[in-house]
């Protein structure tokens, strides 16, 4: 089975055993060389061993047997591409040799004189150039060299590869020495993998100078030097074989073409002297030597196809459809490509290959790396980074994104891809499954790495946090299910929807409104801090961000620019995050009027941001050829023409060629042939192809050869955006047959690489695509597909059967497609009151969650569905008035006050009783107290409370202050701390409204009227004794507490009673309130009893816990209150100042 034809024509030249071999105990490492005839022998022997074992029936290394077995089939194969992989990579180091000589490098390396061998080479080269010509039969591989070298392997590896050439080359001496060109009996000593490391290991070729000088005769980058090229490489590449000679007959107008002067500069010995001169007189015709059928030749051998058109055109590009080189470097560029991309160019392409890398865009992946590596090691303590990725749409910035995040995650970075959507209404959502996901995959691979993550998210991130975070991200209820056990009890589980009605029933959604957003924020910097790390650092990565709508901006740039989450204190257990931020963006989609625009420029303004932007245009030529190239597996010298015109008219843009290209395909401008195996085309009608929209215009081109029922399924999908998960299509379509129609025809677009099927999900392969295929249908077309939709799923979901059931995302869907629906004008008025209650039902749903901009948009949905004329009806007026509360509320935390007083006005005037118009009027106050105007919000509370029947004097005075506090100490000794605890809650509404809105006193109070805040607390107190209490009955008795202190100087009766007012809350369950009332204890009441060291600690703590719920006020009020107790305590003062500066 081994090829012996080369090694036994040529001479062994191996030199080490001519002069014994070294003393491996000194580690000499030599190196060795061979002919270039016999490196090809050794080379086609190990090639021979694979086919055998393959053949033979040993098995492959994964036990596949037999050669008809498809695995023997493909190991045989793989023998071959190997051999021409092996035979590339000498190739390279012939064509170097050729072009720079090799005289120079062995003066420099053996130590002669370079200026005696210099001024003599260049003359000896001229000599032999007039006295020899180099004839076609003289050229042989065999006038070359390779040498060996073990330092090829690695400096570890040095001594063993030096015995391991010794070995094989030994072997072939013996088999030289001995006549056993099987060599069957020496193989026990040498194997594969000594045959393998020993070519592995060659690092250089050489010739002799008289042989260099022939081929130089004509210069580099002459018809004479491709020629000889090409003959070497067809026996480098043919296992030592020679092209076959033919004659064939070539007119006079073909003399001066390369393949006649490549002949005839080669000459021919058959038809030299009188031959030759009896020929030049005969017919204008003139008979010469041709090497024909060269690429049949060698695709016979096993050669693949790229090799066989390089050698082919190196010897006769005039053959079939030959194509000739410019230069020597155009040939050494063309070996270089197919060795870089082997899975491309040693196999026969017939489809258009989009599997290339990232073409285009080094510099921006270098810039990319640098700013990892700058998080990576710890660039500024607190200074996060964020870069942003803009440019047209399909320019490629999710597809660099995604090629950074394969490389990073390589090196141990975990992966956040958030992908907006034009059609998804809820994006708040989408951030969170996009890190629950994450979460998932960090439970379901369980490595030791993965569970000190979440060791670390358990310790950083506080029980009540996880149980906040596991409504947004489901997986921490399987993460950490001992956790969320202590928060809700069984009970609760089963009554969680009846305590979610009794809450908007008690309004404690108003009350906790204003600090839901800063809670959410500060609890995903934490979660996002617990996640990274220096050694396992986080990449976000926000695709579409101009489909973002301001609450996950909001999101965003508190994530990026608040530190507040991080112990600014010096404490050791927290550590700063460890992340990295990637945005993109259209920017033709965002000018100086879109939303995105201001945040950009807060980003850019921040003293705590480092912003890195990177314009991502439309690639070069050179790079759209090396494109082309690579999708169609040619050569780049053969698709310069192909990319003149096709870049022209794509302007680079990645998406945009590769659309045309596959529109070329169904036009048949390209198609490839069987015949010459390559991909042809019609350069003048491709040049004559005008296109005047936009990518847009490519791309419907495309889709509209797709087959009209896959169609039609696809202009489903895309009112969904830009994917659709199985779960939509069993909505859809709760018939099996029905659905499996649908999903066939999604397969076949799959097929058609216009979508594609990852997991349970199908997706556009980009969101031009689905825009694309949107725009396909007519708005009336759009209007109806949605509407459609959103019926069936609410059909299917039987959404409305349990007013108490939660909303899941299919449903928030649902409500979608009706509400784009009603924008484009399509609604059916029969289910208007239906669609109005689901909207409700998914906006107080998105409140509960901190999402209050997408909650107000489901709530002004909802109130576009009833009828103007008759909407506060008697028939309707709950479901107006509802929506309308609702509505006031998400005005009010989205900082709307135009819309939310209109909404105001209406719920006012139409509103039946005082009951029904007291949400509106807290609303007012709270829009005037955090607006500043504390005077009109005193004024609207007292009118209120007149209205309650709560009256207070106008003028107050010592007297009346001491009056009421001794009054309701009478009442006051009546009650047990026990008592308190246990008496029932307060069932009265208005009782809880008045005692709500004089809570909301303290702070406009504190700045304008301070002598009222006794009043206000002992009647709080009072009426919680009366008709029971609340969550804010607890700072009646805090402030009554503080009273006790100011006015009577009795220190034990009000940290009594203060302690009393913590215990009230903690019964009650108002986790919200306890950090504003642990500040205000230990501010005011707990320093007149306790230590200033244990209530400055009380209140670092609090600072923290006051983050976690959102409490920003008094979050600052902690610290405030820490900084001014740590310095009268006794504390280093350099440490003290430290902290009061943080």
């Given amino acids: 089975a081994l090829h012996t034809s080369a090694l036994d024509k040529a001479p062994l030249q191996y030199n080490n055993f001519l002069q014994g071999r070294p003393n491996h105990n000194e580690k000499i490492m030599e190196n060795h060389s061979l002919s270039l005839d016999n490196w090809v022998a050794l080379s086609a022997t190990l090639e021979a061993l694979h086919l055998h074992k393959a053949s033979s029936g040993e098995g492959d290394e994964n036990g596949n047997r037999g050669s008809s077995d498809p695995p023997a089939h493909g190991a045989k194969v793989e023998a071959k591409l190997s ?16 072009t720079t000589g090799n005289d120079r490098d062995r003066t420099e390396e053996n130590g002669h004189h370079e200026n005696n061998l210099n001024g003599h080479h260049e003359n000896h080269l001229n000599d032999v150039a ?25 400096e570890d590896n040095m001594v063993d590869t030096q015995d391991t050439i010794e070995r094989v080359l030994g072997y072939l001496n013996t088999v030289r020495s001995n006549g056993d060109l099987n060599g069957s009996s020496n193989f026990s000593t040498v194997g594969e993998a000594d045959i393998k490391c020993a070519l592995d290991s060659v690092i250089d070729v050489a010739i002799t100078a008289d042989d260099l000088a022939a081929f130089h005769t004509a210069g580099n980058h002459s018809d004479d030097m491709f020629h000889k090229l090409g003959i070497l490489f067809y026996q480098l590449f043919a296992r030592g074989e020679s092209p076959e000679l033919h004659r064939r007959e070539v007119g006079p107008e073909e003399k001066d073409t390369r393949s ?190 993965n569970l000190d993550i ?110 507040n989450h991080i112990n600014q204190f010096g404490l050791a257990d927290d550590t700063p995050q460890c992340f990295l931020v990637m945005g993109s963006y259209r920017d033709n989609a965002v000018d100086s009027t879109h939303r995105l625009s201001s945040y950009l420029e807060t980003f850019e303004r921040s003293n705590t941001l480092q912003v890195t932007n990177i314009q991502l245009d439309g690639i070069a030529k050179s790079d759209a050829n090396l494109m082309l190239s690579e999708m169609l597996g040619l050569p780049l010298r053969l698709t310069k023409s192909l990319t003149d015109a096709v870049q022209a008219r794509t302007l680079g843009n990645p998406l945009y060629i590769h659309a045309f290209m596959q529109s070329l395909v169904k036009e048949k401008l390209l198609i490839n042939s069987v015949v010459k195996k390559r991909w042809i085309w019609d350069i003048e009608a491709i040049q004559s192809i005008s296109i005047q929209g936009s990518i847009a215009e490519v791309l419907t081109r495309k889709i509209s050869y797709i087959p009209h029922d896959t169609q039609e399924a696809l202009k489903v999908m895309s009112t969904f955006g830009s994917q659709m998960s199985e779960e939509y299509v069993s909505h859809l379509y709760p018939l099996q047959e029905k659905r499996q129609e649908f999903c066939d025809r999604l397969n076949s677009a799959v097929e058609e690489s216009v ?101 107000f948009s489901y709530i002004e949905h909802g109130i576009s569905f009833l009828p103007k004329e008759s909407k506060w009806n008697s028939s309707s007026y709950d479901l107006c008035r509802s929506l309308h509360e609702a509505a006031c509320l998400a005005c009010y935390v989205n900082a709307l006050p135009t819309k939310a007083n209109e909404y105001i006005s209406e719920l006012l005037e139409n509103a039946q009783c005082l009951e029904h118009k007291l949400k509106a009027y807290y609303v007012v106050v709270k829009n005037l107290t955090s607006s500043g105007d504390f005077k009109q919000a005193l004024k609207k509370t007292f009118d209120v409370l007149i209205e309650l029947g709560e009256t207070f004097p106008t003028e107050i005075t010592p007297e009346i202050i001491q009056e009421e506090l001794s009054n309701t100490k009478s009442l006051l000794n009546n009650f047990t701390k026990e008592s308190i605890l246990s008496s029932p809650k307060l069932m009265d509404e208005k009782k809880l409204w008045a005692i709500k809105f004089m809570n909301n006193l303290s702070g406009p109070l504190s700045i304008t009227n301070y002598q009222m805040g006794p009043l206000i607390a002992c009647r709080m107190v009072q009426l919680s004794s009366q008709y029971g209490y609340c969550s804010e009955s607890a700072f009646g008795f805090l402030g009554y507490g503080q009273a006790q202190i100011s006015v009577f100087e009795d220190v034990d009766e009000g940290y009594r009673w203060g302690k009393i007012a913590l215990s009230l809350l903690e019964s009650l369950g108002g986790k919200g309130y306890l950090p504003k009332m642990r500040c205000l204890f230990n501010s005011y009441v707990s320093l007149w009893k306790e230590p200033f060291h244990a209530s400055s600690n009380v209140l670092l703590h609090t600072h923290s816990e006051a983050m976690l719920v959102g409490d920003v006020e008094y979050a600052s009020v902690s610290a405030f209150f820490y900084c001014r107790q740590a310095l009268v305590c006794g504390q280093n003062l350099l440490l003290a100042e430290k902290e009061c500066k943080a």
């Avoid at 051999?83 to 050729?98: D, F, G, I, N, T």
């Avoid at 004839?135 to 090829?152: A, E, L, R, T």
């Avoid at 693949?304 to 079939?320: A, H």
Wanted: with cysteine; glycine share 6%; aromatic share 8%.
């Fill in 83 to 98: 051999y021409a992989e092996r035979a590339c990579k000498v190739a390279l180091l012939l064509m170097r040799r050729l």
């Fill in 454 to 563: 979440l060791e670390n998210l358990e310790a950083v991130m506080s029980t009540s946090a996880i149980a906040t975070l596991s409504e947004w991200l489901p997986s921490l209820r399987d993460l950490f299910p001992h956790l969320l056990r202590r928060v809700i009890s069984d009970e609760d589980l089963v009554s969680l929807a009846d305590d979610s009605q009794r809450r908007r029933r008690n309004n404690d959604m108003t009350s906790s409104s204003e600090s839901a957003q800063s809670r959410l924020h500060y609890i995903f910097r934490k979660l996002v801090s617990a996640l990274s790390s220096p050694e396992r650092p986080l990449l976000i990565f926000l695709d579409d961000l101009q489909w973002a709508d301001n609450s996950c901006l909001d999101l965003i740039s508190s994530l990026l620019m608040d530190f």
């Fill in 260 to 449: 006649v002067s490549t002949t005839e500069v080669m000459g021919d010995p058959a038809c030299s002297g009188s031959q030759e001169e009896e020929n030049e007189g005969q017919s204008p015709r003139k008979q010469i030597r041709h090497l024909r059928g060269v690429r049949e030749s060698l695709s016979g051998k096993g050669v693949p196809v790229s090799l066989c058109r390089l050698v082919s055109d190196l010897i006769d590009p005039k053959e079939e459809d030959g194509s000739p080189f410019d230069s020597i470097d155009e040939v050494v560029e063309e070996v270089k490509q197919i060795l870089d991309r082997p899975d491309i160019f040693f196999h026969d392409v017939n489809w258009l290959d989009f599997s290339s890398g990232l073409i285009g865009r080094s510099e921006e992946m270098q810039r990319l790396h640098e700013e990892a590596a700058s998080v990576q090691m710890g660039a500024g303590e607190f200074e996060n980074r964020l870069v942003l990725l803009r440019g047209s749409p399909g320019a490629g910035k999710s597809y660099l994104a995604s090629n950074i995040q394969g490389e990073l995650s390589e090196s141990g970075w975990l992966y956040v891809h958030t992908k907006f959507d034009r059609f998804v209404r809820n994006p708040l959502l989408t951030i969170a499954s996009s890190f629950d996901e994450l979460l998932a995959s960090l439970g379901e691979e369980g490595d030791e790495e």
């Fill in 755 to 855: 979508i594609e099927k990852i997991g349970s999900k199908y997706k556009f392969v980009h969101d031009m695509v689905q825009q694309a295929v949107y725009e396909l249908m007519s708005p009336k077309e759009r209007a109806e597909c949605h509407f459609q939709n959103g019926v069936k799923m609410i059909t299917a979901l039987s959404c409305c059967a349990d007013s108490h059931s939660d909303l899941g995302l299919i449903t928030f869907v649902a409500i979608d497609q009706i509400n784009i629906a009603k924008s484009f004008g399509v609604t059916d008025s029969s289910m208007c009151t239906q669609f109005a209650k689901l909207n409700l039902k998914a906006g107080e749903s998105s409140m509960e969650k901190f999402n209050f901009m997408s909650g």
């Fill in 130 to 154: 007039r006295r020899r010509s180099l004839q076609v039969d003289d050229i042989s591989i065999g006038k070359f060299s390779v040498s060996f070298s073990p330092s090829n392997q690695g």
